[in-house]
């Protein structure tokens, strides 16, 4: 299965001439291969290439796009397209600055896509095929499908395999909505396609795709309307996090439904019609395109898990703390069995998957520390536990919180909107996560995922310099809140004791 890239113009053309050449002869198979990788995905990528640059005899098998979702359907395009939406939102934002920009800075959509396929296109040379036969790797286009416990079959050629890796990642999750046509909805697999900016555009899904690019749009010029049936944007973040943002999207213009149902959809002269059910009744919403971004599920129907003895359920893979399946000598890698599904999460199992299929270790995915952001304006960052997740765990915290109204950078660039909680175990120097919003929070996330991984507290934190001014000041400010808790009422007339001895 290929995905059909449109427009198809010369940038789509470079892309697909490197990530699924249009006239690529697989390889003759070799007679066993240390490691067999189903998905040239990020997750696949860095098995394939980690594998074979320690000595491995590696197949590598994509049936669409070399480089996965991220590349063609994801992180790439959609940060590309931010960073324009970004810039549009900068020029409306000068006169505040003391910029004063005759006329009206008008968008011109069209170039704004075409920048998003080139700079797609010109970084497609890191997933290409030709740079894995490169690296050693025996690069196969098709379906694979398990014809044993060790047997792979890919487009009639049988590929035996000491050990497996399955990272076929993952796909839209489309819900079961009367009306809902196929032909009549945009995902993430599609939007990029667009050559014209959506007079209104309407989201359902307030998740971290659903808001990246509800906001990207709207800056482009778009009336938009999310969707969620939750009762906040972003489920997963801190409540704090997602009311700023609720706050922030109202400013923008962009019309919020939350704890709102999509009971039916349909099409009238082109026109999208939604129909909603919510806490102020029933509504119908326009649009001339709808967005679907409800979740993902994994990509393992088409690969006969049966004939390799791996169990799973409801298409998700059956997988131990070491991502090892039923079938010891097959692991997952990626989306299509971990639940953080990032592309950074994807490369972090990748080489836990190396080190326990190939070399007997013993790595835990649940021991990974890994950070996220969604990246709207301001930018929403997470390491670790929230408050809700700490209660729901039982465990006793401290939240130390700091605006970034009270941050001087912050004040300076004009970008107060946001702040940074850190929550650590009550009683105790032991940070159990942090949220981080801000306009560059995904930079300011590092060092405190530093932090947790290597089990370093909040003093650590007080005593680390930081430059003046940034805005991860937030961070320092944070830790030094922390610090003056430890001045217990004791301690304070012991130090007015003390100094009175000096004098």
């Not at 792979?152 to 809902?180: C, D, H, M, W, Y």
């Not at 778009?222 to 943002?245: F, M, N, W, Y």
């Not at 909603?276 to 409800?294: C, H, M, N, Y």
Request: hydrophobic letters at 40%; proline letters at 4%; charged letters at 25%.
């Amino acid at each position: 299965m290929k995905e059909q890239l449109f427009p198809n113009d010369e940038h789509d053309q470079l892309l697909t001439s490197r990530v699924h050449p249009p006239n690529w002869r697989n390889p003759d198979p070799a007679r066993r291969y240390n490691l067999a990788v189903i998905g040239a995905g990020t997750a696949g990528l860095v098995t394939a290439a980690g594998a074979a640059g320690l000595g491995a005899r590696v197949a590598l098998i994509e049936r669409g796009l070399m480089g996965g979702d991220c590349l063609n359907f994801g992180c790439v395009p959609s940060k590309a397209l931010i960073r324009s939406a970004r810039a549009a939102a900068s020029v409306r934002e000068a006169e505040a600055l003391g910029i004063h920009i005759p006329g009206n800075a008008e968008v011109d959509f069209s170039r704004v896509m075409e920048r998003v396929r080139r700079l797609r296109s010109q970084i497609s040379v890191h997933d290409s095929a030709q740079r894995y036969r490169e690296l050693g790797v025996d690069v196969f286009f098709g379906q694979a499908r398990f014809q044993g416990r060790t047997i792979l079959n890919v487009e009639g050629k049988e590929l035996r395999f000491q050990k497996a890796v399955i990272a076929t990642g993952s796909r839209p999750s489309i819900p079961a909505i009367p009306g809902l046509k196929a032909d009549e909805f945009l995902t993430n697999e599609t939007i990029f396609s667009l050559n014209e900016l959506p007079r209104r555009l309407a989201v359902i899904g307030g998740g971290p795709l659903g808001c990246e690019l509800a906001q990207a749009f709207g800056r482009l010029g778009s009336k938009v309307t999310v969707i969620e049936q939750g009762p906040h944007l972003l489920p997963r973040e801190d409540s704090d996090a997602a009311d700023l943002l609720a706050r922030v999207f109202a400013e923008e213009g962009i019309s919020l439904y939350l704890g709102t149902r999509v009971t039916r959809v349909s099409t009238r002269d082109r026109t999208r019609i939604v129909q909603l059910s919510g806490p102020s009744g029933d509504r119908t919403v326009e649009s001339d395109q709808l967005l679907v971004a409800t979740g993902r599920q994994p990509n393992t129907e088409d690969l006969d898990l049966t004939a390799a003895g791996v169990r799973s359920h409801r298409g998700k893979i059956l997988v131990n703390e070491r991502l090892q399946t039923t079938n010891a000598r097959i692991y997952v890698a990626g989306d299509v069995g971990f639940e953080q599904r990032f592309t950074h999460a994807a490369d972090a199992t990748a080489r836990l998957v190396i080190e326990n299929a190939l070399f007997f270790g013993n790595r835990k995915a649940g021991a990974l520390t890994i950070p996220w952001c969604t990246y709207t304006s301001p930018e929403i960052a997470r390491v670790g536990l929230s408050e809700t997740e700490a209660e729901r765990q039982k465990l006793r915290t401290t939240a130390f919180k700091i605006e970034l109204a009270s941050v001087d950078r912050a004040l300076l660039d004009g970008q107060t909107a946001g702040f940074a909680k850190l929550i650590v175990r009550k009683g105790a120097d032991q940070i159990l996560g942090a949220t981080i919003v801000a306009d560059h929070a995904g930079e300011m996330i590092n060092e405190l995922t530093l932090a947790i991984d290597s089990g370093l507290g909040l003093k650590n934190l007080a005593a680390l310099i930081h430059p003046y001014p940034t805005q991860s000041e937030a961070v320092r400010k944070a830790a030094d809140a922390y610090q003056r808790t430890r001045l217990t009422p004791l301690l304070r007339r012991l130090l007015r004791v003390w100094f009175r001895i000096l004098r």
